[in-house]
């Protein structure tokens, strides 16, 4: 059994945002923090695709998501925020799941595997729910890995 993606305890957590700008920031300090990457360098990338369009899914989710240098495999963060923030989603609603992830740069099919991955799992209406109801972050990490434990087997 082998997952599309990694995620770690620690890169998942509950913040209070006031931006969309402000939740990139955070998105690239915790995958900086947790994966040991550059936090200029994944907000840089994260930046340039939302200048393409945004990642805002719709349904209070967005998906920022980009390509870096020097990973080995897809790594993803999970934000929940204190409270909703507008960031040009396709339904115009603001979001409050966030759910950022960085590919190797050669990642054609693994990248889009796993943003496919992703969409599915906030489409589903019962855990999107239950995101935004759970307690604490080991709440939303066991949530969360159960669903991609579940999806890769």
């Known amino acids: 059994m082998t997952t599309l993606y990694s995620l ?3 890169a998942v957590a509950t913040i209070t945002a006031d931006s969309k700008q402000a ?5 690239a300090e915790r995958f900086a923090r947790v994966y040991e990457l ?5 907000l840089e990338r994260i930046e340039e695709r939302e200048k393409l369009g945004s990642t805002g899914f719709g349904r209070g989710v967005a998906i920022p998501h980009a390509r870096v240098p020097g990973l080995k495999r897809p790594v993803a963060v999970f934000l929940r925020l204190e409270n909703s923030v507008e960031f040009a989603a396709a ?3 603001p979001v409050d799941l966030v759910f950022g992830l960085l590919s190797p740069e050669n990642a054609g099919a693994s990248h889009l595997q796993a943003l496919a991955a992703i969409s599915r799992m906030v489409r589903d209406e019962t855990l999107h729910a239950a995101l935004s109801d759970a ?3 080991e709440a939303l990490f066991a949530l969360l890995t159960n669903v991609i434990d579940r999806d890769a087997a």
């Open 135 to 137: 307690k604490d972050k």
């Open 91 to 93: 339904d115009g609603m």
């Open 8 to 10: 770690l305890p620690d």
């Open 38 to 42: 550059e936090a200029s360098e994944v």
């Open 23 to 27: 939740i990139l920031e955070a998105l």
